[in-house]
């Protein structure tokens, strides 16, 4: 019996381990709070990751370990890479945990990067204001998600403002400026990685957010097959840089049919929880595949998938519920504001149908502005 340990205990260890009961696997989480939603699932060790004892409880009957969050302590996942194997490595989760890390690893391996300067004091936020330009964008280098730990900079009469809600954070987890793009649009890549090196992606996927949380996600994006082979071209070249095993998104802005790296996620990814019925195997499946070392499953898509995601307080099932194609998640956490609650996959084998069920989804549930940008794209 393989125990795969799993860092964090949110929804994504919950949906990786409902992918992983078929294949006979058992969990156990680790999570700082008891509240974690994986936990009603597998077993869970709850305390501060930097805790050696709760670290050791977690370890102990575990074969294999890979992370529902990426901001683990290093020093964490480099202990436990030392008791078995862990997935990804501690070098790709640092790499992928500082933003300018990873951005100058973007511009390394050629991947277009908006403009970037990192910012360790307010005469570098000035310096760096001069040569960025405006608009632009202050951003903590490390344990920001979410649109959250950024400061929108509009004109250079902002930065005084920036510097007072970011500023004490440079010394800590260190400040980046990157140039505004005023993108048409947010494309993402979810890929896999073997062990042995095999690489797959999952149909290129167009992401609206709002707020800086994601909103809807729309697969296969409708975008030209140059541009979806340079996405794809630029996901392949980080997990080779990076010896990936797992599955990691590389976000991407398009601007003028350009693409633009924002982030790589090292884990399963907000913009593929549609595979789980939009594909013939999901990206969580595929994660626990790759870590184990198992030959990797098909990621060709089943029909069009649309993923809507619920903020702060599930809606209804019911409209969702009634939709021949419609599938629902609910991540048994308690409502909270801005808190990722859930989620409903709409699947259908054409987009006007996808369109039509969106459509009724929307009315049902009152969420026409949430639809709308997806069934506009849908034409
Ligand atoms: P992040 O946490 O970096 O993924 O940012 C969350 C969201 O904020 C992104 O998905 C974009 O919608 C927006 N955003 C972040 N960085 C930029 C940027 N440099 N230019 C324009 N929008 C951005």
Same mark, same amino acid.
């Given at each position: 019996?393989?125990?795969?340990?799993?860092?964090?205990?949110?929804?994504?260890?919950?949906?990786?381990?409902?992918?992983?009961?078929?294949?006979?696997?058992?969990?156990?989480?680790?999570?700082?709070?008891?509240?974690?939603?994986?936990?009603?699932?597998?077993?869970?060790?709850v305390g501060d990751y930097r805790d050696d004892a709760a670290l050791a409880e977690f370890a102990s009957s575990v074969d294999v370990a890979t992370f529902d969050f990426e901001n683990?302590?290093?020093?964490?996942?480099?202990?436990?890479?030392?008791?078995?194997?862990?997935?990804?490595?501690?070098?790709?989760?640092?790499?992928?945990?500082?933003?300018?890390?990873?951005?100058?690893?973007?511009?390394?391996?050629?991947?277009?990067?908006?403009?970037?300067?990192?910012?360790?004091?307010?005469?570098?936020l000035d310096a760096a204001l001069a040569r960025v330009g405006v608009p632009c964008i202050l951003k903590t280098r490390r344990l920001g998600y979410d649109g959250k730990g950024q400061?929108?900079?509009?004109?250079?009469?902002?930065?005084?403002?920036?510097?007072?809600?970011?500023?004490?954070?440079?010394?800590?987890?260190?400040?980046?400026?990157?140039?505004?793009?005023?993108?048409?649009?947010?494309?993402?890549?979810?890929?896999?990685?073997?062990?042995?090196?095999?690489?797959?992606?999952?149909?290129?996927?167009?992401?609206?957010?709002?707020?800086?949380?994601?909103?809807?996600?729309?697969?296969?994006?409708?975008a030209d097959d140059v541009l979806t082979a340079t996405a794809f071209d630029y996901a392949r070249a980080l997990a080779e840089a990076l010896d990936y095993v797992g599955v990691f998104?590389?976000?991407?802005?398009?601007?003028?049919?350009?693409?633009?790296?924002?982030?790589?996620?090292?884990?399963?990814?907000?913009?593929?929880?549609?595979?789980?019925?939009?594909?013939?195997?999901?990206?969580?499946?595929?994660?626990?595949?790759?870590?184990?070392?198992?030959?990797?499953?098909?990621?060709?898509?089943?029909?069009?998938?649309?993923?809507?995601?619920?903020?702060?307080?599930?809606?209804?099932?019911?409209?969702?519920?009634?939709?021949?194609?419609?599938?629902?998640?609910?991540?048994?956490?308690?409502?909270?504001?801005?808190?990722? +609650? %859930?989620? =409903?996959?709409? /699947?259908?084998?054409? !987009? *006007?149908?996808?369109?039509?069920? @969106?459509?009724? +989804? %929307?009315? =049902?549930?009152? /969420?026409?502005?949430? !639809? *709308?940008?997806?069934?506009?794209? @849908?034409?």
């Amino acid at each position: 019996m393989t125990t795969v340990g799993i860092l964090g205990g949110g929804q994504l260890a919950r949906m990786l381990a409902l992918a992983g009961a078929p294949l006979g696997l058992r969990f156990k989480v680790m999570d700082t709070s008891a509240e974690a939603c994986a936990g009603q699932f597998a077993p869970m060790v709850v305390g501060d990751y930097r805790d050696d004892a709760a670290l050791a409880e977690f370890a102990s009957s575990v074969d294999v370990a890979t992370f529902d969050f990426e901001n683990v302590p290093a020093e964490s996942a480099q202990w436990l890479a030392e008791r078995f194997p862990v997935f990804p490595s501690p070098r790709a989760l640092a790499v992928a945990q500082d933003r300018l890390a990873e951005k100058t690893l973007f511009r390394e391996l050629g991947i277009p990067v908006p403009d970037f300067a990192p910012i360790d004091t307010r005469e570098d936020l000035d310096a760096a204001l001069a040569r960025v330009g405006v608009p632009c964008i202050l951003k903590t280098r490390r344990l920001g998600y979410d649109g959250k730990g950024q400061f929108r900079i509009r004109s250079l009469a902002d930065a005084d403002a920036a510097w007072a809600a970011l500023g004490e954070q440079a010394a800590t987890v260190g400040l980046i400026l990157e140039g505004f793009v005023a993108f048409d649009r947010e494309l993402s890549v979810v890929a896999v990685r073997g062990r042995d090196g095999e690489f797959r992606t999952w149909p290129l996927t167009e992401n609206w957010h709002v707020d800086g949380v994601l909103s809807a996600s729309l697969a296969p994006a409708v975008a030209d097959d140059v541009l979806t082979a340079t996405a794809f071209d630029y996901a392949r070249a980080l997990a080779e840089a990076l010896d990936y095993v797992g599955v990691f998104a590389l976000e991407l802005f398009c601007r003028d049919g350009e693409l633009l790296a924002n982030e790589l996620a090292p884990r399963v990814h907000n913009s593929g929880h549609w595979s789980i019925e939009g594909s013939e195997t999901s990206q969580f499946q595929n994660h626990l595949r790759a870590v184990l070392g198992l030959p990797l499953g098909d990621t060709r898509m089943v029909g069009h998938a649309c993923m809507l995601n619920w903020i702060g307080a599930m809606p209804d099932a019911g409209p969702v519920l009634a939709e021949p194609g419609g599938h629902w998640h609910d991540y048994g956490k308690s409502p909270r504001e801005g808190r990722k +609650v %859930g989620h =409903a996959t709409l /699947r259908a084998d054409g !987009v *006007a149908d996808l369109g039509h069920a @969106l459509e009724r +989804v %929307g009315r =049902a549930l009152g /969420r026409e502005a949430q !639809v *709308a940008p997806v069934i506009a794209r @849908l034409g």
